[in-house]
């Protein structure tokens, strides 16, 4: 009787089963690391995240695996009673803006299919990383003004 289900129950076997056919598809070390940002993501809240990843890490962090990330927080957040829709979402490609490059996002499937809205999301996701980048440089300035390092410095 799958009216007399219990929705959270549904949504978390939905996850593990994604994450059972993720871990049987994908290389080790790009299932772990995966994993590793998704558990970080959740015990901090979720929301939005800004990941700083070197060497083999920034390699292993394809377009495809970011793809899955945003599949997991999608099934994740349907865990939340009543969210249970967020399960259906899924992964918008939004563009290259005049700052934001490659930009993707998960959104339920009438936003995906209207290309207006996706333009209008790449164009705020644009503007908030033109705004990040010009604060950075603010920041890096005053820094370099104190006598501090900054990240641009070459020593």
Not at 98 to 108: D, F, I, T, Y
Not at 124 to 131: E, G, I, S, T, V
Request: glycine fraction near 8%; proline fraction near 5%.
């Amino acid at each position: 009787m799958a009216d007399q289900e219990d929705p959270h129950e549904v949504a978390l076997a939905r996850y593990r089963l994604y994450v059972d056919t993720l871990r049987a598809r994908m290389p080790k070390e790009q299932f772990d690391l995966l994993m590793e940002v998704i558990r970080m993501w959740a015990e901090h809240g979720g929301g939005t995240i800004r990941l700083s990843l070197d060497g083999p890490e920034k390699e292993l962090f394809t377009q495809a695996m970011q793809q899955e990330l945003l599949n997991l927080m999608g099934l994740i957040g349907a865990l939340e009673p009543g969210h249970e829709d967020r399960a259906d979402h899924v992964v918008a490609q939004l563009g290259d803006g005049e700052h934001a490059k490659g930009a993707m996002s998960l959104v339920p499937p009438d936003v995906a299919a209207d290309p207006e809205r996706l333009r209008a999301m790449r164009d705020r996701l644009d503007a908030q990383q033109r705004q990040r980048a010009l604060d950075q440089r603010e920041v890096e300035n005053i820094a370099r003004a104190s006598g501090m390092p900054t990240t641009t410095d070459d020593t």
